[in-house]
């Protein structure tokens, strides 16, 4: 639980300097859901149907992790739990999308599959 917080955690730092100005800004989070979505196609082969719900479910885990990010900014506690909910739900959701090879391969890379690793 505490690897996927700090996965989490990483992720919200990350997009810290890219989102606060204008963390509602709906063509930054979709560019960067479409760039993680492509980075994630690139090592789970993903059919046409997978890859516009896995853009949909990272567009999704990006919008939300903003918005807490906003609300709970002053509350770590608070933050580290909400985000910890948003990942599994968003693992949860993936897992719906993926077939079990794909998401034994996500699970082995999901560290370089994350916004983190967004430039």
Known sequence: ????????????????????AAPTDGSKLHERAKTLTRQMAEKLPL???????????????LTE???V??????????????????QMRYEWDLAAVLRPRQMAVYDQNKVTMTAVNLK
Do not use: F, H
């Open 1 to 20: 639980m505490k690897t996927l917080a700090t996965i989490l955690l990483m992720c919200a730092l990350y997009s810290t300097g890219n989102a606060q």
């Open 47 to 61: 059919s046409e149907g997978q890859y516009v719900k896995v853009r949909q479910l990272n567009l999704r885990l």
């Open 65 to 67: 992790t903003a918005d």
């Open 69 to 86: 990010r906003q609300r709970l900014a002053s509350d770590a506690t608070g933050l580290d739990e909400a985000m910890a909910d948003i």
